[in-house]
């Protein structure tokens, strides 16, 4: 940082920020690329070689500043290319990276006045925008103009003209161009091509010119030219200047009866009847972008009411979009399935008959749907729903969070407090009309108070509240299919009897009894206690310590949040939980019944999933994802003479026992664990850790998952996947023919290791489709190596491959050696079996490959 008299400001090597002062001040910002600002006072900036990419910011208004830049003696005129872009002018080193770029240029308090030579020349600022003001073409050209009234003009291609100060003529011809005027009253064509043009200060004419164009006038009173063959435009107007107009020219020969004016959403489109051109005001409706003008030159002018009158659907029996805007107005679609919006405004939308949409959007909104299925979007502010006999079957949509919302459902005269039946349908409140079809279904109102209409109204004055409409949504057990609801902060029971039930609890410690069939149950918040009873039930605890009991048949029990109990028994079922409470000390158990001790209990697992079953029975419990994350264990199981299993408990007794039959082996995820199944058929899992796993006789499947994994099938025809990591595969003779599926595409090192007596050149290997074979010759032992080339060429190329073979005496071939052996021993069959060595011609053939492969 400078002080306050002349100062030497040097950034030396690095990307540095140096700032002067209201001095004199010299900056150099050394080597890198770097930020340089001045401040006030006529400042210098460094220019040489090897000064890297330096980025020039000088604000200062004192009138007859100047900065310099001073190049260095090295550097010649010659030598500086001299370019713009947009505000920003550069100066490079021809040959070198080297640039400074001076910020805000076309801006006179941030312009450098000067660029000083050894030899003498100087470049002021009329130089430089001669040099920068570019020259037109038919390329893609980049002109600027300067204080005064500029005429560019930037014939074919896509080019950028600036017009800067001044009342400036800019005509992009063709291409696809973008114009800026600058401050001034300027006067824009973008000329055949998908152009951008922005006005930007003063009282500036747009003309798109053919093609679909961008035109934005911004501040002052703009014209816009509108006549036939100028394509489809599009106005984005911004201006809250107050009395600002601006206009939109209409060509002599197109009259009002020929433009067609319509609303979409928010914005506003003038289209010429017979073609194709229209004009769109983008967001119409928010006065800082209208265009307060249209005028023909027959002498009508249109003004934004005329505009907004003009644009309104005249509803018909058909379907029709109307648009309302921000005033409050009475939007009618008599017939059709129309959709109707509000927006701004205390409106009355009407959907007349037909399966309309409403949306009131901002505002005290009526909303009446009418006959027919309509859905009804109230939007922000105190909504007041309509509904009458006939009216079929509406759902309102009323999401609304502001404080003191009230919103009411008003019935229309004729219609009593008695001829209405309140229920619930999931998280949805359901009013019907004794005896017809006509039902209003307001979506979410149990879910979020933010979805509730606060209120029911009847003609004679009946006022129903939310605590009322809870209160009768309780609903009365019978045999058959039912619905019931307790009360808030309430202790309810609830008896679903026969049927297929659905119960909920809210908030309260509420006990829950679906009896026979197949019952939804929903505790709700508080310490609930949940019996599904006979049938395939589901169960929900919701927060708190809930006791969850599916009764007899298959039942999904969900505890949530809390330290839930699930009750486990013979005859109990196959029920399955899910338990994912993430909270600190959350205790979750499984209480098994009295007439069970722990000798009854097997645990086991598949996968992630815990089981728990009940020996000589067909009773289970699954607990999902058990094994995946601590927030979905149950974290013990208890049983009535006091022992307690934990989590360390649970995990070794069911990662099971190696025997003589056909085992299923888990590791654990932490340790390095050595596991063998021994004789029969087993699945073994590794887990996470450097494992070390042996199937034994038998057809195995071993899985080594995370780490670096050493797999040996035994005898039998295995499964091996090593998983991520560094793995060795160990097969001798003897083994079968194993399969390996190794998928990991990091960069590593798998191996496969064959045992003593499998020399080199006693091993075959060709390919299968996308599998590679490696054979012991004259035996049937194989293994195959699945995918070898399936994924070709790219970052996966190697993804199943193994990286290294290596034999018992000390030899290796690394896998990208491998191709040259299948092509060598593709022109032979393999030898027959029993014959444990190559053929002499064979080692004529082949013995070359192979000692310079294997090493």
């Given at each position: 940082?400078?002080?306050?008299?002349?100062?030497?400001?040097?950034?030396?090597?690095?990307?540095?920020?140096?700032?002067?002062?209201?001095?004199?001040?010299?900056?150099?910002?050394?080597?890198?690329?770097?930020?340089?600002?001045?401040?006030?006072?006529?400042?210098?900036?460094?220019?040489?070689?090897?000064?890297?990419?330096?980025?020039?910011?000088?604000?200062?208004?004192?009138?007859?500043?100047?900065?310099?830049?001073?190049?260095?003696?090295?550097?010649?005129?010659?030598?500086?290319?001299?370019?713009?872009?947009?505000?920003?002018?550069?100066?490079?080193?021809?040959?070198?990276?080297?640039?400074?770029?001076?910020?805000?240029?076309?801006?006179?308090?941030?312009?450098?006045?000067?660029?000083?030579?050894?030899?003498?020349?100087?470049?002021?600022?009329?130089?430089?925008?001669?040099?920068?003001?570019?020259?037109?073409?038919?390329?893609?050209?980049?002109?600027?103009?300067?204080?005064?009234?500029?005429?560019?003009?930037?014939?074919?291609?896509?080019?950028?003209?600036?017009?800067?100060?001044?009342?400036?003529?800019?005509?992009?011809?063709?291409?696809?161009?973008?114009?800026?005027?600058?401050?001034?009253?300027?006067?824009?064509?973008?000329?055949?091509?998908?152009?951008?043009?922005?006005?930007?200060?003063?009282?500036?004419?747009?003309?798109?010119?053919?093609?679909?164009?961008?035109?934005?006038?911004?501040?002052?009173?703009?014209?816009?030219?509108?006549?036939?063959?100028?394509?489809?435009?599009?106005?984005?107007?911004?201006?809250?200047?107050?009395?600002?107009?601006?206009?939109?020219?209409?060509?002599?020969?197109?009259?009002?009866?020929?433009?067609?004016?319509?609303?979409?959403?928010?914005?506003?489109?003038?289209?010429?009847?017979?073609?194709?051109?229209?004009?769109?005001?983008?967001?119409?409706?928010?006065?800082?972008?209208?265009?307060?003008?249209?005028?023909?030159?027959?002498?009508?002018?249109?003004?934004?009411?005329?505009?907004?009158?003009?644009?309104?659907?005249?509803?018909?029996e058909g379907a029709e979009t109307i648009y309302g805007d921000e005033t409050s107005e009475q939007l009618d679609g008599l017939g059709g399935n129309d959709q109707i919006y509000g927006l701004a405004g205390n409106d009355v939308l009407l959907g007349g008959a037909g399966d309309d949409l409403l949306d009131g959007g901002m505002g005290l909104d009526t909303l009446d749907g009418g006959a027919g299925n309509d859905m009804l979007y109230g939007g922000s502010g105190n909504d007041t729903y309509l509904f009458q006999r006939g009216g079929g079957q509406d759902v309102i949509d009323d999401r609304?969070?502001?404080?003191?919302?009230?919103?009411?459902?008003?019935?229309?005269?004729?219609?009593?407090?008695?001829?209405?039946?309140?229920?619930?349908?999931?998280?949805?409140?359901?009013?019907?009309?004794?005896?017809?079809?006509?039902?209003?279904?307001?979506?979410?109102?149990?879910?979020?108070?933010?979805?509730?209409?606060?209120?029911?109204?009847?003609?004679?004055?009946?006022?129903?509240?939310?605590?009322?409409?809870?209160?009768?949504?309780?609903?009365?057990?019978?045999?058959?299919?039912?619905?019931?609801?307790?009360?808030?902060?309430?202790?309810?029971?609830?008896?679903?009897?026969?049927?297929?039930?659905?119960?909920?609890?809210?908030?309260?410690?509420?006990?829950?009894?679906?009896?026979?069939?197949?019952?939804?149950?929903?505790?709700?918040?508080?310490?609930?206690?949940?019996?599904?009873?006979?049938?395939?039930?589901?169960?929900?605890?919701?927060?708190?310590?809930?006791?969850?009991?599916?009764?007899?048949?298959?039942?999904?029990?969900?505890?949530?949040?809390?330290?839930?109990?699930?009750?486990?028994?013979?005859?109990?079922?196959?029920?399955?939980?899910?338990?994912?409470?993430?909270?600190?000390?959350?205790?979750?158990?499984?209480?098994?019944?009295?007439?069970?001790?722990?000798?009854?209990?097997?645990?086991?697992?598949?996968?992630?999933?815990?089981?728990?079953?009940?020996?000589?029975?067909?009773?289970?419990?699954?607990?999902?994802?058990?094994?995946?994350?601590?927030?979905?264990?149950?974290?013990?199981?208890?049983?009535?003479?006091?022992?307690?299993?934990?989590?360390?408990?649970?995990?070794?007794?069911?990662?099971?026992?190696?025997?003589?039959?056909?085992?299923?082996?888990?590791?654990?995820?932490?340790?390095?664990?050595?596991?063998?199944?021994?004789?029969?058929?087993?699945?073994?899992?590794?887990?996470?850790?450097?494992?070390?796993?042996?199937?034994?006789?038998?057809?195995?499947?071993?899985?080594?998952?995370?780490?670096?994994?050493?797999?040996?099938?035994?005898?039998?025809?295995?499964?091996?996947?090593?998983?991520?990591?560094?793995?060795?595969?160990?097969?001798?003779?003897?083994?079968?023919?194993?399969?390996?599926?190794?998928?990991?595409?990091?960069?590593?090192?798998?191996?496969?290791?064959?045992?003593?007596?499998?020399?080199?050149?006693?091993?075959?290997f060709s390919k299968n489709g996308w599998d590679l074979e490696v054979g012991v010759i004259g035996t049937a032992d194989k293994v195959t190596v699945s995918n070898w080339s399936f994924w070709g060429a790219g970052s996966w190329e190697k993804a199943q491959q193994i990286e290294q073979f290596r034999t018992d005496d000390g030899k290796v071939l690394l896998g990208g050696q491998v191709d040259q052996l299948v092509e060598a021993m593709a022109a032979f069959a393999p030898p027959a079996a029993g014959e444990l060595k190559l053929s002499e011609s064979y080692q004529a053939s082949l013995n070359?490959?192979?000692?310079?492969?294997?090493?």
């Open positions: 940082m400078g002080d306050t008299t002349a100062t030497i400001i040097n950034g030396q090597s690095g990307d540095d920020w140096l700032y002067g002062t209201s001095a004199n001040d010299i900056l150099d910002g050394g080597a890198g690329n770097d930020r340089l600002s001045g401040g006030l006072g006529n400042d210098t900036y460094l220019f040489y070689r090897g000064m890297g990419q330096d980025t020039v910011t000088d604000f200062d208004w004192t009138v007859g500043n100047i900065d310099t830049i001073k190049v260095a003696a090295d550097i010649a005129p010659a030598d500086v290319t001299v370019s713009r872009d947009g505000t920003y002018l550069y100066l490079s080193i021809k040959g070198t990276t080297d640039k400074m770029s001076v910020t805000f240029f076309n801006n006179i308090n941030y312009q450098v006045e000067r660029v000083e030579f050894a030899d003498g020349t100087v470049w002021d600022i009329d130089t430089l925008k001669t040099m920068t003001r570019g020259v037109a073409s038919d390329a893609a050209d980049t002109l600027y103009g300067d204080v005064g009234a500029d005429v560019l003009d930037g014939l074919n291609g896509n080019d950028k003209l600036y017009g800067e100060e001044g009342n400036d003529v800019l005509s992009g011809g063709e291409g696809n161009d973008t114009l800026y005027g600058g401050a001034g009253n300027d006067t824009l064509n973008g000329g055949a091509g998908n152009d951008f043009l922005y006005g930007d200060d003063g009282d500036d004419t747009l003309d798109g010119g053919a093609g679909n164009d961008y035109l934005s006038g911004s501040r002052g009173n703009d014209t816009y030219l509108f006549y036939r063959g100028m394509g489809q435009d599009t106005i984005s107007e911004f201006d809250t200047t107050a009395g600002n107009a601006d206009t939109i020219k209409v060509a002599a020969d197109i009259i009002p009866d020929d433009v067609v004016v319509r609303r979409e959403n928010t914005d506003l489109y003038l289209s010429i009847k017979g073609t194709t051109d229209w004009m769109k005001i983008y967001s119409y409706t928010d006065s800082g972008y209208q265009v307060e003008r249209v005028e023909f030159a027959d002498g009508t002018v249109w003004s934004v009411s005329d505009l907004k009158r003009l644009s309104r659907v005249v509803a018909s609304d969070w502001t404080a003191g919302n009230i919103d009411t459902l008003k019935l229309a005269p004729g219609i009593i407090s008695t001829d209405i039946k309140v229920s619930r349908a999931g998280n949805n409140l359901e009013l019907a009309i004794i005896g017809t079809s006509d039902k209003i279904t307001v979506r979410d109102w149990f879910y979020s108070a933010d979805s509730q209409v606060e209120q029911v109204q009847f003609a004679d004055g009946t006022l129903w509240d939310v605590a009322t409409l809870n209160a009768m949504v309780k609903g009365v057990a019978t045999e058959g299919n039912d619905v019931l609801q307790g009360e808030e902060s309430v202790a309810d029971t609830l008896n679903g009897l026969g049927g297929d039930d659905t119960l909920y609890g809210l908030s309260g410690n509420d006990t829950l009894n679906g009896g026979a069939g197949n019952d939804t149950l929903y505790g709700g918040a508080g310490a609930d206690t949940l019996d599904g009873g006979a049938g395939n039930d589901t169960l929900y605890g919701g927060a708190g310590a809930d006791t969850l009991d599916g009764g007899v048949g298959n039942d999904n029990l969900y505890g949530d949040a809390g330290n839930d109990t699930y009750l486990f028994y013979r005859g109990a079922g196959q029920d399955w939980i899910s338990d994912y409470d993430s909270s600190a000390g959350n205790l979750d158990v499984i209480r098994v019944s009295d007439s069970l001790t722990p000798a009854d209990i097997q645990l086991s697992r598949s996968a992630y999933d815990l089981y728990v079953g009940i020996a000589g029975s067909a009773d289970k419990l699954t607990v999902s994802g058990w094994f995946s994350n601590t927030s979905t264990q149950v974290e013990q199981i208890q049983f009535s003479d006091g022992t307690t299993w934990g989590i360390d408990a649970i995990r070794a007794m069911s990662s099971g026992t190696a025997s003589q039959g056909n085992d299923v082996l888990y590791g654990n995820d932490a340790l390095a664990d050595s596991l063998s199944g021994l004789d029969g058929d087993d699945e073994i899992n590794g887990l996470g850790g450097n494992d070390i796993l042996s199937g034994g006789a038998g057809n195995d499947r071993l899985y080594g998952d995370a780490g670096n994994d050493t797999l040996t099938g035994g005898t039998g025809n295995d499964q091996l996947d090593g998983g991520r990591g560094n793995d060795l595969y160990q097969f001798e003779r003897g083994d079968g023919q194993d399969v390996i599926n190794d998928f990991d595409p990091d960069a590593n090192t798998d191996v496969l290791q064959f045992g003593a007596g499998i020399a080199a050149d006693q091993l075959w070359v490959v192979i000692a310079s492969n294997w090493q």
